[in-house]
């Protein structure tokens, strides 16, 4: 029996419901260039788009278009956005061939930082879904997230993740 892909449009505003471990749900907004995520975990369906918007924003980030578009997750609604989700908010960026090297991303613009003004803030980055759907679990679930631990440390460039050892 093939699965049937729901296709969608990216449209700014949309409030789209994110799949999570253990029949668990969250919901995150589209924004015009991130999605907003926001802190609600639960197995129950939330028919009020108010209610979902007006929850604490666990996080902001870009991430694959796909993760709308191929239906993994399905919109619910749309409200227009509020103006605090008009700006994204400030990112840094970290030169991966000089990783002692800092860039604070705000309103477009992007100018060296030092570490420190970098620290607490997101990393700019595009995520797929399902690196933020484990992000998202290990949040729930009292987990260290790799990424955001290299991330809290300002360690250097993504690429050099442990790998699991092969059995034989």
Same mark, same amino acid.
């Given at each position: 029996?093939?699965?049937?892909?729901?296709?969608? %449009?990216?449209?700014?505003? /949309? !409030?789209? %419901?994110?799949?999570?471990?253990? +029949?668990?749900?969250?919901?995150?907004?589209?924004? @015009?260039?991130?999605? #907003? =995520?926001? $802190?609600?975990?639960?197995? &129950?369906? !939330?028919? $009020?788009?108010? %209610?979902?918007?007006?929850? /604490?924003?666990?996080?902001?980030?870009?991430?694959?278009?796909?993760?709308?578009?191929?239906?993994?997750?399905?919109?619910?609604?749309?409200?227009?956005?509020? &103006?605090?989700?008009?700006?994204?908010?400030?990112? =840094? #960026?970290? $030169?991966?061939?000089?990783?002692?090297?800092?860039?604070?991303?705000?309103? +477009?613009?992007?100018?060296? #930082?030092? %570490?420190?003004?970098? @620290?607490?803030?997101?990393?700019?980055?595009?995520?797929?879904? &399902?690196?933020?759907?484990?992000?998202?679990?290990?949040?729930?679930?009292?987990? @260290?997230?790799?990424? !955001?631990?290299?991330?809290?440390?300002?360690? +250097?460039?993504?690429?050099?993740?442990?790998?699991?050892? @092969?059995? /034989?």
């Amino acid at each position: 029996m093939k699965t049937i892909i729901k296709r969608q %449009k990216r449209t700014i505003g /949309a !409030i789209v %419901k994110i799949p999570l471990e253990k +029949g668990f749900h969250t919901y995150a907004r589209i924004l @015009k260039y991130d999605f #907003a =995520f926001y $802190d609600i975990r639960t197995k &129950e369906e !939330i028919s $009020d788009l108010n %209610k979902i918007v007006s929850s /604490a924003i666990l996080f902001i980030t870009a991430v694959n278009d796909y993760s709308v578009t191929r239906g993994l997750w399905l919109k619910v609604g749309n409200l227009p956005l509020e &103006e605090r989700l008009l700006t994204p908010p400030p990112q =840094f #960026a970290q $030169d991966p061939i000089h990783p002692d090297r800092f860039f604070l991303i705000e309103n +477009g613009i992007r100018r060296p #930082a030092t %570490k420190e003004e970098c @620290k607490g803030l997101e990393r700019s980055a595009v995520w797929t879904p &399902e690196g933020i759907q484990r992000r998202l679990n290990d949040h729930y679930a009292g987990r @260290k997230n790799y990424y !955001i631990e290299k991330d809290k440390n300002l360690e +250097g460039h993504h690429s050099n993740q442990p790998q699991k050892a @092969k059995v /034989a």
